[in-house]
Structures are given as structure tokens and as C-alpha cells.
């Protein structure tokens, strides 16, 4: 799904998975995210997708909202995408699905796997009924893959963990595309932006304000994928646009501290890194405010709401434990079961 950075970066490891293992995976996406795994994957065959186009509001508060007017736009999304599906199993020899939150990518006639870490959807006083909607689309899957332990010790707490009404759930670990380097600190602080506009460029204005003058090395990248990577130094600031995985595997390493968006995906990859963090979720997303706050009150790491954010804020990072790297087991081997189960399996795996 192309709803920031974080859904198309946590399928590296599984589409890897797949080469490694002989299968031909095909990229199906749109936007930034089908532009990213094209760079990280250029030799595989891609296909776009209807576009979701779901952005945010300058207020984060009218977000469910928005959410609210689009679900027109979002439910014949949907059908655009069953029919284009439909027209690829017709002109290829497809036989899996992996689905990260696109709900039409599948097909009765191939095994079917949605990813997500949230089998109870927050929204407010509409959590039930978000919740029950998100669950009859995972009922449609063959199986649901959660990123994600299984046990307490778990980054994704009640999104994750929740009644699942006999939906054939899989927790499959955590999933990031990086590896832990022992790396001395090239920079005080990486800034990571991502994630829908117009909350992307708000947050990326004003954090460059406030950086402008920090006196210590500050990276900063602005999230924002385009045909050249680009690089601007104002003092002891160096900007992005974007960078490559290898780029951002280094700067992360590199760094002392990350601030950034709760989201998921880079969650994760924060916790495989084993690094400290300040976190500021994107106003009115329930999810990263949810995210956040678990993480705070777990004393991992500290948060604020964009507009209030200072950095002087940044001094309560040195109460929290940052961190501590969690088992990233992957049994990719055993989450393909499910397409030789079938007897679908790559004719030359």
C-alpha cells in the first residue's frame, strides 16, 4: 500500500526471502512506494496499481473525518483493484499473493496473504466498527501475517493482540530490512520523516527551523522519493531527499538518536537497530498516537504531539532505555508453506 514509506520497506525482507528461495516476485504498487522498491529492485517486473490517494488534513483532529468522505473513493478503489488482479492472473502465471493492506489484492484461485500488524483498527469511539470492518477483509485472505511476536514482549501490544475471531493469524516476527552495525556516531541526531501529505512537509518545515542552527551533526531526511537522491548541507545539517537502504542503514547506525514518526515500519526498524528514539506521531492517526504512547509508558521512548515539539524535549530521551534488540527470527521458509501447501509452489523452486 502506498500510505507512506513503511509498507513498501518492510516487504524487502520478504521479497529477498522469495528470490532466495527461487520464487519470481512481481512488485505491484503505486506512487512513492512502487518508485522505492523499483530503486531497490530493478530487475523485477512491476505493475501499477489503482492509487489509494489518501492524504491528511492540515488538522490532524478531522482526520476519521476525511476518512469518512473518501470511503467512496476507497471502496471503488477496491473493485478497481479486484479487476486488475483479475487481468494478471489472466496474463501471468501467478501462484501466491502477498498483500501488504492493499484489500482487493486477491483471488480465490491463488493462495492469498494479507500483512498487518493491527487486527484491531483504533479510531476512537469507532474502534468496533473499524476493527470489525479491518477483520472481515482479513477473512478474505488465506492467512493474515503479523510483524510481530506472538508472546508480551511485543512492539505492536493491543493492535496486534487482540481477539481475532478465528482469522488464521500467523505471527511471523518482526520484520526490517536492516542489519546492526557496531558503528561509532557520525551524527547527534538523524531526523526520518515519512508518511502522507500534507503532515509530511509540516513536520519537515518545522524541524528544519528548529535544526537549523543545532551545533552538533544533525542527518536529515526529508522521506521524499524522486528520481535523483539529492544532498544539501546548511552548517552541521545535512539534508535528503531521500536515501537508499544502504544509505539509511549506515546514517541509523550511525546515529545517537532518531526522531521520527511512530509508525510501524520504522518501529521496527529502531528495535532491530537496538537504538533510542523520540517519537512524533502524526496528528489524528490513532495508530501512531497509540504507538507511542505504549512505547513511552514502557519507558522505551519519549513522545510529543507535533505542534508542541521543542528541543528541549529532546533532554528526556536520557530517562528512557531506548531499545533492547528483540528476536528478529524469520521462518521465511515456513511462511511460504502455504503456497507449496496448495500445491502452488514455483515450478523451479
Known amino acids: 500500500m502506498n500510505w507512506g514509506l513503511g509498507h513498501a520497506t518492510r516487504c524487502i525482507p520478504i521479497i529477498k526471502a522469495l528470490i532466495e528461495q527461487h520464487f519470481e516476485p512481481i512488485i505491484a504498487s ?13 530487475q523485477l517486473k512491476r505493475i501499477e496499481l489503482p492509487s489509494y490517494n489518501i492524504t491528511y488534513p492540515k488538522n490532524g483532529h478531522n482526520f476519521k473525518l476525511k476518512l469518512l468522505k473518501d470511503s467512496p473513493h476507497v471502496l471503488n478503489t477496491i473493485k478497481k483493484e479486484k479487476n486488475r488482479i483479475k487481468k494478471i492472473l489472466e496474463e501471468e502465471e501467478i501462484h501466491g499473493i502477498i498483500s501488504d493492506n492493499r484489500f482487493g489484492v486477491r483471488h480465490k484461485a491463488v493462495p492469498s496473504v494479507f500483512i498487518s500488524h493491527q487486527i484491531r483498527v483504533l479510531s476512537g469511539s469507532t474502534t468496533w466498527l473499524s476493527t ?3 477483520q472481515n477483509i482479513i477473512s478474505k485472505f488465506d492467512e493474515c501475517w503479523v510483524p510481530d511476536e506472538a508472546g508480551e514482549r ?14 488464521a493469524i500467523k505471527y511471523i516476527g518482526p520484520l526490517s530490512r536492516f542489519s546492526k ?13 515519512s508518511g502522507p501529505e500534507p503532515q509530511r512537509s509540516l513536520l519537515a518545515e518545522k ?11 544533525v542527518c536529515f531526511v526529508k522521506g521524499v522519493v ?19 537502504a544502504s544509505d539509511l542503514e549506515y546514517a541509523i547506525n550511525a546515529s545517537e538518536l532518531v526522531i521520527s514518526r511512530s509508525g510501524y515500519t520504522t518501529i521496527m526498524d529502531l528495535a532491530k ?3 533510542k528514539a523520540f517519537f512524533i506521531p502524526t496528528p489524528g492517526q490513532f495508530e501512531q498516537e497509540y504507538l507511542a504512547a505504549k512505547l513511552n509508558a514502557d519507558r522505551i521512548a519519549p513522545y510529543c504531539r507535533q505542534d508542541d515539539f521543542t528541543l528541549d524535549k529532546l533532554n528526556q530521551v536520557q530517562d528512557y532505555t531506548g531499545f533492547n534488540n528483540l528476536s528478529f527470527s524469520n521462518d521465511f521458509r515456513g511462511m511460504f508453506d502455504l503456497f507449496e501447501r496448495k500445491g502452488k509452489l514455483a515450478s523451479h523452486a
Do not use: C, M
Open 226 to 244: 524522486e528520481e535523483e537522491q539529492t544532498t544539501t548541507t546548511i552548517g552541521s545539517l545535512t539534508v535528503h531527499n531521500f536515501l537508499t
Open 30 to 42: 503505486d506512487g512513492d512506494a512502487l518508485r522505492l522498491l523499483r530503486k531497490e529492485f530493478p
Open 132 to 134: 470489525k470492518f479491518h
Open 273 to 275: 537497530l537496538g537504538k
Open 207 to 217: 524541524l528544519l527551523a528548529q535544526f537549523s542552527n543545532y551545533a552538533s551533526p
Open 154 to 167: 511485543n512492539l505492536s501490544g493491543k493492535l496486534g493482540h487482540t481477539a481475532s475471531h478465528g482469522l
Open 181 to 193: 552495525y557496531n558503528l561509532s556516531a557520525k551524527y547527534k541526531i538523524l531526523v526520518l520523516l
